[in-house]
């Protein structure tokens, strides 16, 4: 079955870094698209970047744009570097599934990202 | 920038009966990128429908989408008790790349 499962969250000061993690499994992997949306505490879904299959086409929110850096070998990483306390949030990684209009198919548990001093 | 706003913010019905939940776009958005997600609390959102009125796998039949360009409808037929939810809306196609509604809360009432 398809597995997402996220790391790497925690509590970082302003200006700090984080890496996340998604390893999956369950599916080819390098078959399918990935992105990370994040959820902020009460708050609704903001989708934060994109990454293709083949890592070559990535795109980013206009909020994370210039901070955060997608990647992917064998799992997803989202580097966040410049961290804000609005950037405090629950970052789910997912499957982005092509033939479902670009949907998200498969979600991860999520990983608390906490920016406080 | 395409914004999507839904209503009800909140909406609250007995088991049992109908919901409808729309999805309004701030311009027209290709409804094969159109999709609606269900979250319960502490959960990971769960894809419910794509291109605006296609079932992903496993989704009961109660759960229907339908329209176009700007005006978008998720309905349930009838109410189960694992249905009382927050669902969104999210579009796809367009710098950014994707948005999401704000959420409609479906609450018992």
């Known amino acids: 079955q398809v597995q997402l499962v996220e790391s790497g969250g925690g509590l970082v000061k302003p200006g700090g870094s984080l890496r996340l993690s998604c390893a999956a499994s369950?599916?080819?992997?390098?078959?399918?698209?990935m992105s990370w949306i994040r959820q902020a505490p009460g708050k609704g879904l903001e989708w934060v970047s994109y990454?293709?299959?083949?890592?070559r086409t990535i795109d980013y929110a206009d909020s994370v744009k210039g901070r955060f850096t997608i990647s992917r070998d064998n799992a997803s990483y989202l580097q966040m570097n410049s961290l804000r306390a609005e950037d405090t949030a629950v970052y789910y990684c997912?499957?982005?599934?092509?033939?479902?209009?670009?949907?998200?198919?498969?979600w991860g548990q999520g990983t608390l990202v906490t920016v406080s001093s | 920038e395409i914004v999507l706003t839904q209503s009800p913010g909140t909406l609250s019905l007995s088991p049992g009966e109908r919901a409808t939940l729309s999805c309004r776009a701030s311009?027209?958005?290709?409804?094969?990128?159109l999709a609606w997600y269900q979250q319960k609390p502490g959960q990971a959102p769960r894809l419910l429908i794509y291109?605006?009125?296609n079932r992903a796998t496993g989704i009961p039949d109660r759960f229907s989408g339908s329209g176009s360009g700007t005006d978008f409808t998720l309905t349930i037929s009838r109410l189960e008790p694992e249905d009382f939810a927050v669902y969104y809306c999210q579009q796809y196609g367009s710098s950014p790349q994707y948005t999401f509604g704000q959420g409609t809360k479906l609450e018992i009432k």
């Open positions: 311009q027209s958005v290709n409804s094969n990128y």
């Open positions: 369950g599916f080819t992997f390098s078959d399918y698209h």
């Open positions: 990454i293709s299959s083949s890592g």
């Open positions: 291109g605006a009125s």
């Open positions: 997912a499957r982005v599934r092509y033939s479902y209009g670009y949907g998200f198919d498969y």
